[in-house]
């Protein structure tokens, strides 16, 4: 009867520590997909009941999870030809303009917010949520999800930290040392190089400015009517995009920089990747075994596609790829007849379980922060082939850290990735600083999959963490940066500089009166 009761206690307070949590990543990325899945996963593990906004349905089936399909999103931001390979390179869009970023995510996330399967779910006045995990990019419309279900909100950010994620929740980091995820300069800065990074966040700063009152309205209208069922009111957009209790970032120091970072941004870079890595399907498991010399990983990645490479570039590519003794194994969409004996073309990889591999001597990349971190996770030396967005700042890390080189895709590309192949091969200082980096990023308290369940809890049974919140938000920005005491010191300086002028004058005046006094009486 005793064990009858002390294993039913056991089962209320399993029950009582799970909780609802609506995860929303809408980006039709697969890379942002699995970030999403990450959180999905771990958050499962530990027992919560799970409601996930994505256009990547999951193929697994847990009686605790939820999945709302908005996979029409793919018309919203049509990867194919947003990020196509030969669009990319042409420059058809800037993605390293905060305009072309900005504008572009604020009508995607208006019409996430407004997809028929979105709204049912925060009409319904008898759904709840414990806490609300949203993926932050450029736009903060999401944050209404929060308000409508009257919840703490988590954000979660893609890339290494910087000065836009931070700023909701502390401040802005300081563009004197600290890079714009834009840019692909390395501090410390020249004048020039100063001043472009404090340019770049005016420039934002002013674009955001312009669209405050297109972002209201979309949040009003998404959101207003979803509260008013629940009989609350809507807060104001700025009071909703400012609440979160923390941010989620996709990073660690060691790819990134020791950022001063607040104690409510938790860095759980790696917690996309699988603990137990699945095995190698059976034809890749043969190729990869019978690498005598080792083997090459090239892929760049989920959203740009290798067979959209310029035909003169892939070409040379495979020229300089057949003269090599190590077996590559290339990500490609497509059949290539005249590939190499030692080139190995599939049209889809399994990267974590291709990397865990202890032939591979190698990974081309394109440069996107998954791939990097899962080349420290299995200590892997890379060859970054950046394109845009976060890209070269990542590569550029990684080349000063030294377990990587840099080759950009131009008309040299096959003369100067033969270089770098030969480099990387031969010196085996590479490698030793992938294991280095490796070390680093695995020696952590706790994992990241860990810290993604604590953390959650954390906040929840904390009913938001509110002792995490910053003091900054409390203090107006023209206070933080001491302007009103600038203004004090400038007017205490001017009245004294007046008042000294005004006492000379009146002196000399009197002098002069004096000296004209004493020569008439003389």
Known sequence: MQLACCILILLFIFVCEAYKVLIVFPVPGRSH??????????????GHEITYITPFVMKTTHPKLRQIDISSNFKLMPTDHLFDTTNVLNKILDFTDPRVMVYLTVDFANGTINHPA???LIQDPAEHFDAVIVEWLYSELYSGFSSVFNCPLIWSSSMEP???????????????????????ALPPFNFFERVQQLWSIINTKY?????????????????????????????????????????????????????RLPP???????????????????????????????????????????????????????????????????????????????????????????????????????????????????????IGMPFFGDQPL?????????????VDLNKEVARNMEA???EIIEDPRYAEKAKEYSYIYHDRLISPQKE??????????????????????????YQKMYLDLAVVIIVALYLTINFTIMLLTRIIVLGRNFRRYKQKLL
């Open 162 to 184: 910087h000065w836009l994620v931070t700023e909701l929740i502390d401040e802005s980091f300081n563009p004197a040392y600290n890079p714009q995820h834009l840019s692909d």
């Open 264 to 382: 409510n941004y938790i860095p759980i870079g790696g917690y996309h990747i699988n603990e137990n890595t699945d095995p190698l399907p059976e034809n890749l498991q043969k190729i990869t075994d019978e690498a005598k010399e080792g083997f090459i990983y090239f892929s760049l990645g989920s959203m740009l596609k290798s067979s959209r490479i310029p035909s003169e570039m892939k070409t040379g590519l495979l020229e300089i790829f057949s003269r090599l003794n190590q077996t590559v194994i290339w990500k490609f969409e497509e059949l290539l007849p005249d590939a190499p004996k030692n080139v190995h073309i599939t049209p889809w990889a399994p990267q974590q379980s291709i990397l865990a591999h202890p032939n591979c001597k190698l990974f081309i990349t394109h440069g996107g922060l998954l791939s990097i971190l899962e080349s420290l996770h299995f200590a892997v030396p890379i």
């Open 33 to 46: 997909a699995m970030l999403g899945e990450g959180f999905v996963r771990n958050l499962l593990d530990d």
């Open 118 to 120: 979105v709204q049912r």
């Open 420 to 422: 770098a192949i030969k």
């Open 452 to 477: 993604v369940k604590q953390w959650v809890r954390h906040v929840i049974r904390t009913q938001g963490a509110p002792h995490l919140r910053s003091p900054g938000f409390l203090v107006p920005w």
């Open 207 to 259: 674009l955001k400015w312009r669209l405050r009152h297109k972002e209201n309205r979309i949040f009003n209208n998404a959101f207003g009517p979803a509260v008013a069922n629940r009989g609350r009111t809507l807060p104001s957009f700025y009071e909703a995009k400012y609440n979160g209790s923390l941010m989620f970032g996709n990073s660690h120091v060691s790819s990134g920089i020791a950022n």
């Open 394 to 406: 990542n590569i550029n890390r990684i080349v000063q850290k030294g377990f990587g080189k840099r």
